[in-house]
């Protein structure tokens, strides 16, 4: 029996109802659907940035990430595939969504196939993804996939939007295994190096213990 495999979506939206996570959450559905096709579906989780705003800052500022943080960053650690969703601001990604993945060393997603999504008020800011997001995860040596998914506004009244939103879908399915044969399971079936996950938060040095040791 393999293990059931996971997706981490990733979402910056400010608010409760926000088109960011709506989005992000959509194009959960869609690799869901087809990875249940061929096995077990995937357990999707969450990860809203704006629950733990405070909380990101706090493990900025100590190197210690609070437990609400933790667990967040475990999501996306143990994940079997990773959607990154973000609002533009200034035609880039929001300051909360790059903080939060600044907790992340080097690496640290290496090999995890991730989709990469944005929204913004302007059809002119869809170079966002390829400006701005693809950089961040091949610095952090994610598996970035080249289908991504930029709404605008105008966006949700045009039925190609959820054709686009399917696309990345199955294409993030695809990395997991999906159609393979024998059914689902990564490791066996989509043919990529395994990930060592790495908790970057041990053995963080005492701060006190390091400023006494130099000398005035």
Same mark, same amino acid.
């Given at each position: &029996? ?43 989780? =969450? =990860?809203? %940035? ?9 493990? &900025? ?20 595939? /990773? ?12 300051? %909360?969504?790059? *903080? ?15 989709? #990469? ?15 701005? /997001? ?5 610095? /952090?040596?994610?598996?970035? /996939? ?21 696309? *990345? +879908? *199955?294409?993030?399915?695809? &990395? ?5 044969? +024998?059914?689902?399971?990564? *490791? ?8 060592? #996950? ?15 040791? =130099?000398?005035?």
């Amino acid at each position: &029996m393999t293990e059931r495999q996971s997706i981490a979506v990733v979402t910056a939206g400010l608010s409760e109802d926000a088109s960011t996570t709506r989005l992000a959450r959509a194009i959960a559905r869609a690799a869901s659907g087809v990875v249940a096709r061929g096995g077990e579906e995937p357990e999707v989780r =969450v =990860v809203a %940035l704006r629950e733990i705003a405070h909380g990101i800052t706090d493990a &900025m500022l100590t190197g210690t990430a609070p437990a609400a943080v933790q667990d967040a960053l475990d999501a996306v650690l143990t994940a079997d595939g /990773l959607i990154a969703a973000t609002p533009t601001y200034k035609a880039s990604y929001s300051g %909360l969504f790059k *903080a939060f993945f600044d907790l992340f060393d080097e690496g640290a997603l290496e090999n995890l196939p991730t989709v #990469v999504a944005a929204t913004g008020g302007s059809p002119r800011h869809s170079l966002v993804l390829d400006t701005a /997001l693809r950089p961040l995860f091949s610095y /952090l040596k994610a598996l970035t /996939l080249p289908i991504g998914v930029y709404a605008a506004t105008e966006d949700w009244a045009d039925a190609s939007l959820q054709a686009r939103i399917e696309r *990345a +879908g *199955a294409a993030l399915a695809g &990395m997991l295994g999906a159609g393979s044969e +024998g059914g689902g399971g990564a *490791a066996s079936g989509s043919g990529r190096p395994e990930r060592t #996950v790495v908790d970057e938060f041990t053995d963080v040095p005492n701060f006190e213990d390091l400023l006494a040791s =130099v000398q005035r």
